[in-house]
């Protein structure tokens, strides 16, 4: 019995990283600091960031609570649950997982006639364009205002810095009647291009990225006889597009989860947000709950999936470059 937890503890027990470096061109490796954030530390240190870690722990769960009870509801018979609600049991677990909930949500999900793949399909149109469309402008004015002067550039810098400042909440009603009155209400490209905005917060983030990135590669490229359209296409953009691919994953989340502006400016095309949110007002009178439940937790999957494969690429801050010498 010895032998086996030994043999048992041997296997799991946290092992050395080895990591390769080149030292004049011989590969050579080396043990890796396996160090945690507390074994760093010591005496005071130790005990502040132990009791941050234990704070966002129950933090962290906190907030998986009601997901994991979206999740559980979303597998309960629908007759059950609706028992449930009544008797006031609704976070009692299932005796049974009903996943043929998620398949009806294809067929049985839907506002006024329109399903839940007509809801996905707009949900991806009105996410994905007019957020690259969005993006498009303020990468175009943040490298501008980073590598060139020009006149009033101060004044428009100004400008944009104190439009940002000031509170939006008041502007709404005359926000609306501006697109009643340009005819952009309800219009499916005018509403792609009433998104766009060249000064926002991601026009700051990408002057920051494109000031980090050094001259010098435009200078080579203008002696071996290449154009301003030359440096920005196959030099300065490239090395910003990590920058960039993250600022459209933000975007783009916060665009599929807007039903506020879709309701608000268009409201002929359901998106997932916003039919989602219409059939929410009607659960108290038509039931099916555990459908809607599946419903969410299928709209929220693309977007979970894309952070479990891009969520280290996103939190890296490190950037390499290539001038040497």
């Not at 997982?97 to 006024?112: G, T």
């Not at 009433?194 to 920051?208: K, M, N, Q, V």
């Not at 299928?298 to 894309?306: E, G």
């Amino acid at each position: 019995m010895k032998d086996f937890f030994v043999g048992l503890w041997n296997k799991i027990k946290p092992k050395k990283v080895i990591r390769k470096v080149y030292i004049d061109g011989k590969k050579i490796k080396v043990p890796r600091d396996n160090q945690t954030v507390l074994t760093k530390r010591k005496g005071v240190e130790r005990v502040i960031f132990g009791a941050v870690c234990v704070f966002f722990t129950i933090y962290a769960l906190a907030l998986l609570y009601p997901l994991f009870y979206l999740i559980v509801n979303s597998l309960e018979d629908t007759i059950l649950y609706s028992m449930k609600e009544m008797q006031g049991k609704a976070l009692e677990l299932p005796q049974k997982l009903h996943f043929s909930n998620y398949v009806k949500v294809f067929s049985e999900l839907n506002y006024e006639d329109v399903n839940f793949f007509e809801m996905l399909f707009n949900t991806l149109f009105y996410t994905f364009i007019p957020t690259a469309y969005g993006l498009f402008w303020p990468t175009l004015n943040g490298y501008v205002f980073a590598k060139f002067n020009f006149k009033a550039k101060g004044v428009l810098y100004a400008i944009a810095i104190t439009c940002m400042t000031l509170p939006i909440m008041g502007t709404g009603g005359a926000a609306f009647k501006l697109r009643l009155d340009l005819g952009m209400y309800d219009n499916r490209w005018a509403f792609i291009i009433g998104g766009t905005g060249a000064f926002d917060s991601r026009w700051l983030i990408l002057l920051g990225i494109f000031k980090g990135i050094p001259w010098s590669y435009a200078e080579a490229v203008y002696i071996d006889g290449g154009n301003d359209f030359t440096v920005f296409f196959r030099i300065m953009l490239p090395q910003a597009l990590p920058a960039i691919a993250v600022l459209y994953i933000t975007a783009a989340e916060n665009q599929w989860n807007d039903y506020a502006s879709m309701l608000l400016y268009h409201p002929s095309d359901l998106t997932l947000a916003t039919g989602l949110y219409y059939i929410s007002s009607q659960l108290q009178r038509t039931g099916g709950h555990t459908i809607y439940y599946a419903g969410l937790v299928l709209s929220a999957l693309p977007f979970v999936i894309i952070y479990m494969f891009s969520c280290e690429s996103m939190m890296k801050n490190v950037s390499i470059g290539g001038l040497k010498g």
